[in-house]
């Protein structure tokens, strides 16, 4: 009910009635007056009451008159009636019905009271009534109302000082709330009071309004009472403590801080009087040091007085909340002063109260900011903020570096570790003697550091500063801090401040995003941001990290209490993160090392975080205050959870991993998990430290890179508590969900988490050199870990990425290379599965990326490595074969990328994928591709470790051809397209197209690059992949050639083809003619391949039977080139050297190669050209004839029919070519060009070695069947050169068949070749070289008349062959052992058996010149002597001839030859021409008839008969075809003929006959002969000339004469000898001389008496005497013969008829 109602007006009128008429009844006796003046009351309010409306107004205006009786009442002084005054008095007050002229009366009646001590607290209770239920009293009033209330506050009554102390408070605070209320009243009216001047007089104060005026005059008065000077307002006040004066003033200014914002003069009062005041009363607090003596300062220092000392601190903190802005040097200073309290040197309970007071700052985190702004970023400043921290820092340290000397409980901590601490922790960890704590077993948090032990306090909920000692008002000796109570405060102090700036910049932060988001997506909306704020932000993170680092890492490392460790690792985490967002790098790396140092065992050694420290404790000494950063305490407070080896180069001993340790493990887990995107650079930090934790232990990685709880693979030295194994796993997942979560990181974040790990890396690698310990994995397996979650965006990190574990891929530790291999690989098959977008057949620069790194394993030499890369590979192909598209080069080259010095099985899976390219992907694969896939193919042919390999590789190379083959138009199409578009980039970039082959169309270019692969396989050092590529080769550009366009043949023949060749070549030539044992393991290798260059011969053979064949088959392809000829002449140059090369076997084979191209030897079928098509060229059908061979490697040309077609067509197109033909002529070039050959070869191959006595072994001699080939090729090549065959050429011809006959053979190879010795048969080459020679003189026969010259050449080579019977033929100097000497083991060389070849040489000649005798070139060239001389030497050598059979031959011949040759000879004797074959021919029969060789022994007398038989032929021959025409022949020919005959006549004996043979061994029938021949030619009745006549006389006389001598000799020598036996010859001659005797007389007596000259028959019948005189001798032989020689003489017994007389005279 409102105090102005009607029933309430009413009610109070009833009750002042009362009142006046109760104390009048008081009054009546002692106080009269009073009595009056109430009942005069009673009637002044009843007249008010009744003549007024307005009731209450009148009362008031007529307030004075009312309240007079009361006051009355009270001057009485009697307890009872004042009692009732007063409580009157209120009465009115509460109704607000006193006047100001009353409420003045009041105070004064009150002051008048409170003088006498009356009543006190009814006093203060009107006082307050008065002041607080109407605002009549002002000024003056006001000021003596306060000033009472003061004085009743120091009475002597408790009670009453208490009440007053409430109502002086309750009366200020009414004062100041008028004022607030008066300005609500008048805040509409804007009038500005002028500024304050400089204001001289302070109680000026006209600009104020009343009640502002009032509360300025007590705000002032306060100030002067505390400072102890005199009041200007508050007159008569006796005493003032400065306890109460500050507390009044801190209240004043804590509950109305607006009214000092808002007036200037109230500003005043703060900055002019508040302040100094404040710093003055400080100054004890400051001076005084704990502890220090009197003597050290000379004045006594005040000491501080903790009652002012705390008020004073609780006016500064309002001061610095509220007026902070106005305040600012003031506060400064203030803020300085309470850094300075927190020193080590102030006592206790001034440090915990400035610590409290510095928690209250710590919470408020806008004031925080304004120091930063308004100090720490101004020039000349103190850096207020960074000090408050960096004090506060230096606090805790103090708290456990300096020993509480006063404090008993912490002398008690026992510093024996662990296991023994005092008993006071004891006790308060619930320990025995725990009592006080119900037994329960909680641990108390403390802090325990160097045997320091402080107990953690729960001091106020976090976030607000809750004080204990600054709310001790009651207290005037300072109170006892109980241990660990400012240790508590500074904690919470320190994680508030951590909190309030962090969760402050982070809200600005998160705004200022929003505001971004907001102005991308309202661009026009123009939101300014308040500019540097960043900077405060900043400043203020720099400003305090070092003290909060210093703080924080001491506690952290102290806390024994999990809920501490885990807010402090939070404040850590908070400030690492805010910084992180600031960019503010140092301080973030600073947090972060203190985590995870924290996270490692102590004094664990790591570099990343020892040289971070280092450079930190450089930054902790910024000005002012220097702090340390205290190095963990070894001391292990801990539960122990795990114990492991450090992860170090050098084996140390085991770490251990306690409870704190995994705790702050997990907080960097956090820290990394959450606020990965700003950890930039720390990665390092972060991953190392995990890195090390995860080796203690012991996880290591497995599939995909996660981390598993390993074996204990390091030994025994890895120990886990149950404790830490059930963390593990999480751990282990916490781990993978890191690097998980790195898929959320931006791109640059991302990078710097690469970065970090990659360096991490390399310092694992750096450490895994030359120790074979466990490398730590970690870096590589999450870099795989991070790759595999970051696909989508994989390009921006795979070079980094791939680019690292490449460099790992190299390292020398197995076990760290296979894991960077891993890595590899399995990125880059992910990377490949990956569904991209756009997919990878799009991106082709991708799909490049990802496959590059699989290339760049190529280079690495582990085989390990290498066998990882092809498996993938090998699965790369399996899963992504069909879509590898433009990667196959790449992929191609990683299987290509084969090196000989990698192991077998390598190759062996680098094959696999070649093979499953080959047979499954070709069809798939770009064209531009295939090549490559030949080059691969061609690598594994080359590779040298494994044979079947590059057998098998050979054979892909077969396949791959095929598949050309069958694709060829696609291939050529798709090809064609990009040869297109090559050609166009290059045009614009101005350069030529730049690949192999380039001329050539590309499908062709691909069948190159296949055939010089194949060129290359066939010059390998393996002698059977030479074989098999070459075979390939061949049969591939058989089988496919007809795709190839006529310009790309130009380049098989010279780029493929006689390359080849020239490479074969100058291997075989260089070859090795070592022996090879054995071809690898226990293969025998034939003798014929058991060195390098047998081998190497092999493929001579092969290659140039290759080319060859080619060169014939294709021969009309090929003609369709321009250089035709070159290449012909090429082809040739080869043959000719592998004909001259020193092993057989490639001679022989060349050889056949040279009669294949001549197509002397095989069939032409060339498909490609069918006989119509030749017909065109002009080239009649019957060239093509297939030429027939006559028996094994005899190529003789098939019929005469075919030679005479063959010269027909050479002679009829010569002359004029049908047009558009000069094939004719161009053919006639080869054929020379072979000749050529033919020739060179020929002599070089048959040329005698130079040097070298027979001694030396020659250097090489070719074989038999080399030289019959060669000689074979002659005839079928001469039938295409015979027209152009000149005198020369047949020269060259004959050397060369000549130095073939003259080679000898080996006596190793004699027996294949030669029959045995005494069968007389022709070798082959004999043959070959006669056919040679039949071919020639047969075309001789049949060609030109020009051609006949050529006889006389033909003749003279017959007979140097037939020479050979008796001359076997001399090879160089070289000594042959006749055949039959010849032992076959011995490497000798064997003389031929010449004798059966030069006889049938003989033959020939017979035969040849049968035919050729009359020819004019036979006569000039006097052929027949040349005949005779030859034969001269076996007729002269007879018995002396090695075979009989010769001499016999040539007899014959001689006597054929002479048969047809006389004649012919007789014919043109006029012409001499045969002038000189004569005396030759007198010497052949002189030689033969009379040898000088005996006849061998065992001769048979049938034998000898036979031979006499022909040398009577020989005599006959000369009497029948000689002597009869003896005008035609010279006449010392006849007379050598003569004396012949007279010697044969009485030819004298062989000295070796035994006695029984003598008489047939004389060759009687021979001498007969000669005799009659002589006889007949001597008395012939023909004798033309007497000289003639008179030569046979003489020679008959001489005959006759050496008959008698002989005989007469014979006589005398018996006679003397008596009876020994004469000499065998003188016995054997005298048997002869009577023979010889015994025939004349037969031939006398034959011939025509007129015939014989007178004086021969004298000489005759002078001998029968001395015939009689030998009867006597002894010899029974000579008997015989006597008496045959003596008979005849019986015709002289009678007398001679007239005739002779007559004919005499």
């Known amino acids: 009910m409102s105090t102005s109602s009607p029933e309430a007006v009413k009610k109070l009128l009833e009750n002042m009635q009362t009142d006046l008429r109760s104390l009048s009844m008081e009054c009546k006796k002692k106080f009269p007056p009073v009595k009056e003046a109430a009942e005069s009351g009673i009637v002044k309010i009843k007249t008010i009451a009744a003549r007024n409306s307005d009731i209450l107004a009148t009362l008031k205006e007529n307030s004075s008159e009312v309240v007079q009786p009361f006051l009355m009442g009270c001057g009485t002084k009697e307890p009872k009636i004042t009692q009732l005054c007063l409580a009157a008095i209120q009465r009115l007050m509460s109704h607000e019905v006193v006047s100001e002229a009353a409420a003045g009366n009041i105070i004064n009646m009150l002051w008048q009271l409170m003088e006498n001590g009356l009543e006190e607290l009814k006093l203060l209770q009107t006082v307050l009534v008065l002041l607080t239920t109407n605002t009549v009293v002002h000024d003056q009033v006001l000021s003596k109302a306060i000033v009472l209330c003061f004085r009743l506050h120091f009475t002597k009554d408790n009670i009453t000082n208490n009440t007053a102390a409430a109502t002086v408070r309750q009366v200020v605070t009414v004062v100041f709330e008028r004022m607030v209320a008066e300005d609500e009243r008048f805040k509409d009216i804007v009038d500005q009071p002028p500024p304050v001047q400089g204001n001289t007089n302070r109680r000026s104060v006209s600009t104020l309004r009343p009640s502002a005026k009032d509360a300025y005059m007590l705000f002032q008065d306060l100030c002067q009472l505390v400072n102890a000077d005199a009041p200007y307002w508050l007159v008569g006040m006796t005493e003032m403590t400065r306890t109460f004066g500050l507390e009044l003033l801190e209240s004043v200014l804590n509950d109305f801080p607006r009214v000092f914002l808002q007036h200037q003069e109230f500003s005043f009062l703060l900055k002019e009087r508040v302040c100094p005041l404040v710093i003055k ?31 004073l601190l609780r006016v500064v903190s309002v001061l610095i909340k509220h007026f902070y ?69 230096s606090f805790i340290q103090s708290l456990f570096i300096v020993l509480n000397t006063g404090n008993p409980a912490a002398t008690n901590t026992s510093t024996g570790g662990s296991g023994a601490q005092g008993a006071a922790q004891g006790a308060a960890q619930g320990g025995p003697g725990a009592g006080g704590q119900g037994g329960s077993l909680t641990t108390q948090a403390a802090f325990e550091y160097r045997g320091t032990w402080i107990p953690l306090m729960t001091v106020s909920v976090q976030g607000s500063a ?9 207290k005037v000796e300072p109170p006892s801090i109980p241990e660990g109570y400012a240790m508590s405060v500074a904690f919470s102090a320190l994680l508030d401040l951590v909190r309030g700036i962090t969760s402050m910049i982070e809200r600005a932060l998160a705004k200022e995003e929003e505001e971004a988001v907001h102005r991308e997506a309202n661009p026009d909306q123009n939101t300014q941001l308040e500019p540097g704020a960043h900077l405060v932000w900043e400043e203020m993170v720099s400003a305090c990290w070092c003290g909060l680092l210093a703080a924080l890492s001491l506690l952290l490392d102290a806390s024994t209490d999990e809920t501490a460790t885990e807010s402090i690792l939070k404040a850590e985490l908070t400030v690492a993160a805010l910084c992180g967002r600031l960019g503010l790098v140092t301080p973030r790396d600073a947090f972060i090392t203190a985590i995870c140092k924290a996270s490692l065992p102590p004094h664990y050694a790591l570099t990343v975080l020892s040289s971070n420290t280092a450079n930190l404790n450089k930054a902790y000494s910024i000005q002012g205050q220097s702090v340390q950063i205290i190095s963990s305490s070894s001391e292990s407070h801990q539960q122990v959870v795990a114990v492991g080896q450090p992860l170090s180069v050098q084996p140390q001993g085991t770490v251990v991993l306690t409870a704190k340790n995994i705790q702050c493990m997990r907080t ?117 870990e991070t790759g595999l979650v970051n696909m989508n965006r994989i390009e921006i990190l795979w070079r980094p990425l791939t680019g690292h574990l490449l460099e790992v891929c190299q390292h020398p530790n197995a076990r760290m290379r296979e894991w960077g291999a891993e890595a590899v690989t399995s990125l880059i098959k992910a990377g490949l599965a990956y569904k991209h977008n756009p997919p990878l057949a799009q991106n082709q620069r991708l799909q490049l990326l990802l ?108 396949n791959i051809s095929d598949y050309f083959f069958q694709r060829g138009e696609a291939i050529t199409q798709e090809l064609e397209r990009e040869e297109a578009a090559l050609q166009k ?87 090795d003619k070592e022996k090879i044992e054995s071809g690898g393991g226990n293969i025998l290798i034939h003798h014929s391949r058991d060195t390098a260059e047998k081998q190497w011969a092999e493929t001579w053979v092969l290659t140039l039977a290759g080319v060859a064949r080619i060169f014939n088959t294709r021969r009309y392809l090929l003609q369709q080139l321009g250089d035709y000829f070159k290449a012909w002449e090429v082809l040739l140059d080869h043959i000719q050297s592998a004909a001259l090369s020193k092993n057989s076997e490639v001679s022989l084979a060349a050889l056949k190669s040279f009669q294949e191209i001549l197509q002397i030897a095989t069939p032409v079928k060339d498909s490609a050209m069918p006989t119509d098509a030749l017909a065109a060229m002009g080239v009649p059908p019957v060239l093509i004839d297939p030429l027939s061979a006559p028996g094994p490697g005899r190529p003789l040309l098939r019929s005469d029919s075919m030679l005479e077609r063959l010269t027909s067509y050479n002679g009829a197109e010569l002359q004029a070519p049908p047009p558009g033909e000069e094939s004719a002529l161009e053919d006639a070039a080869l054929w020379w060009s072979a000749w050529n050959t033919w020739y060179r070869t020929g002599t070089d191959s048959t040329r005698p070695p130079s040097g070298g006595t027979g001694t030396d072994r020659p250097s090489f001699v070719p074989s038999q069947p080399f030289l019959t080939a060669l000689v074979q090729i002659f005839p079928a090549l001469y039938q295409h050169i015979k027209t152009g065959f000149s005198m020369e050429d047949l020269r060259k011809l004959g050397v060369i068949l000549h130095g073939a006959v003259s080679i000898p053979i080996s006596s190793d190879a004699s027996p294949f070749i030669l029959p045995s010795y005494t069968e007389a048969v022709l070798t082959s080459l004999q043959e070959a070289v006669l056919t040679a020679l039949d071919v020639l003189q047969k075309a001789i026969c049949v060609g030109p008349e020009n051609l006949q010259v050529m006889y006389p050449a033909i003749f003279e080579q017959l007979l140097l062959f037939v020479e050979f019977s008796c001359k076997p033929p001399q090879y160089g100097k070289m000594e042959t052992k006749h055949v039959a000497n010849a032992k076959y083991n011995q490497a000798e060389w064997v003389a031929l058996n010449y004798v059966p070849f030069a006889e049938r040489s003989l033959e020939v000649v017979v035969d040849l010149y049968h035919k050729t005798a009359c020819h004019k070139a036979v006569i ?169 006549g008179y030569i046979s006389r003489m020679a008959l006389s001489v005959l006759l004469k050496r008959s008698q001598d002989v005989l007469r000799r014979y006589v005398d020598d018996e006679r003397l000898s008596g009876r020994c036996p004469l000499p065998r010859q003188q016995v054997t001659e005298i048997i002869f001389v009577l023979k010889a005797i015994s025939t004349l007389m037969d031939s006398l007596k034959k011939t025509q008496p007129e015939n014989v000259d007178g004086t021969t028959w004298a000489q005759v019948i002078a001998l029968y005497p001395t015939l009689v005189e030998c009867i006597t001798c002894s010899s029974s032989e000579v008997s015989s013969a006597l008496k045959e020689a003596m008979g005849p003489f019986k015709d002289f017994m009678q007398p001679p008829v007239s005739r002779v007389q007559n004919g005499e005279s």
């Not at 003596?293 to 220092?301: E, F, Q």
């Open 281 to 311: 009363l400080f100054s004890p607090n400051i001076k005084f040091r704990q502890g220090n003596s009197s003597a050290a300062s000379p004045a006594p220092v005040e000491k501080p007085y903790f009652p002012i000392c705390m008020r």
């Open 325 to 393: 802005s106005l305040l600012v040097t003031e506060c400064e200073i203030f803020l300085s002063l309470l850094v300075k309290f927190l020193d080590g040197e102030k006592p206790q309970w001034l440090r915990a109260v400035a610590v409290e007071s510095v928690h209250r700052l710590c919470v408020q985190p806008h004031l925080l900011r304004s120091f930063c702004l308004s100090y720490d970023m101004k020039q000349h400043s103190t850096k207020v903020f960074r000090d408050i921290v960096n004090a506060l820092g």
């Open 466 to 474: 809750k004080a204990t000692y600054l709310e001790m008002l009651d």
């Open 668 to 784: 960097l887990l956090n820290l990394a998990h959450c606020h990965g995107v700003v950890l930039g650079t720390s990665w390092q930090l972060v991953l190392a430290t995990l890195q090390h934790l995860v080796w203690i232990l012991g996880l290591k990685p497995g599939v995909g890179g996660a981390l598993k709880p390993g074996r204990a693979v390091e030994g025994p030295s890895t120990v886990l508590t149950t404790a830490v194994m059930t963390d593990l796993p999480v751990i282990s997942n916490i781990l993978s969900r890191l690097f998980e979560s790195s898929q959320y990181l931006d791109d640059v974040s991302l990078h710097h988490l690469i970065n970090a790990l990659c360096s991490l890396s390399l310092e694992a690698v750096e450490m895994a050199y030359g120790n074979n310990k466990e490398p730590s994995l970690f870096a590589v397996a999450k870099l795989l």
């Open 851 to 958: 496959l590059n790194p699989l290339k760049e394993l190529s280079n690495v030499l582990h085989a390990d490595i290498r066998q990882k890369q092809l498996e993938s590979v090998l699965q790369i192909l399996q899963s992504q074969g069909d879509s590898l598209g433009p990667g196959w080069p790449l992929v191609l080259g990683v299987i290509g990328a084969i090196r000989n010095d990698q192991g077998e099985s390598l190759i062996r899976t680098a094959f696999q994928c070649l093979q499953l390219v080959v047979t499954d992907f070709l069809p798939t694969m770009p064209c531009a591709g295939l090549q490559i896939v030949v080059d691969v193919a061609g690598s594994f042919g080359l590779q040298n470790q494994e044979l079947n390999i590059s057998l098998t590789s050979i054979g892909l190379l077969w």
């Open 985 to 1071: 980039q290059a045009q614009e970039k101005g350069e030529p197209l730049n690949r192999p082959f380039h001329p050539a169309p590309p499908f062709d270019c691909l069948w190159l690059c296949l055939y010089a692969k194949l060129g290359q396989l066939c010059v390998d050092p393996r002698p059977a992949v030479r074989k098999s590529a070459g075979q390939t080769m061949f049969s591939t550009i058989a089988a496919h050639g007809t795709l190839l366009q006529q310009p790309t043949w130009h380049i098989v023949v010279w780029k493929v083809l006689f390359h080849l060749l020239d490479c074969v070549r100058k291997s075989s030539t260089t070859a």
């Open 1420 to 1588: 000039n060239e006097k052929v027949l002597q040349n005949i005779i001389k030859t034969l001269r030497m076996p007729l002269g050598l007879k018995y002396g001839c090695p075979s009989e059979s010769t001499w016999k031959l040539a007899v014959s011949s001689l006597l054929k030859v002479l048969s047809t040759g006389l004649p012919v000879a007789r014919q043109h004797a006029s012409s001499r021409k045969f002038d000189t074959m004569w005396p030759e021919l007198a010497n052949a029969f002189k030689d033969f008839l009379f040898t000088k060789s005996t006849p061998p022994d065992n001769v048979s007398i049938q034998e000898f008969q036979k031979n006499e038989a022909i040398d009577v032929e020989v005599v006959q021959l000369i009497s029948t075809e000689i002597l009869p025409f003896a005008i035609f022949i010279p006449k010392d020919f006849v007379g050598q003929i003569m004396a012949m005959l007279n010697k044969g006549s009485i030819h004298s004996q062989s000295s070796s006959f035994t006695e029984a043979e003598v008489d047939v061994r004389m060759r009687e029938e021979f001498s007969k002969v000669c005799f009659e021949t002589l006889l007949q030619f001597s008395f012939s009745n023909k004798v033309s000339t007497p000289q003639e």
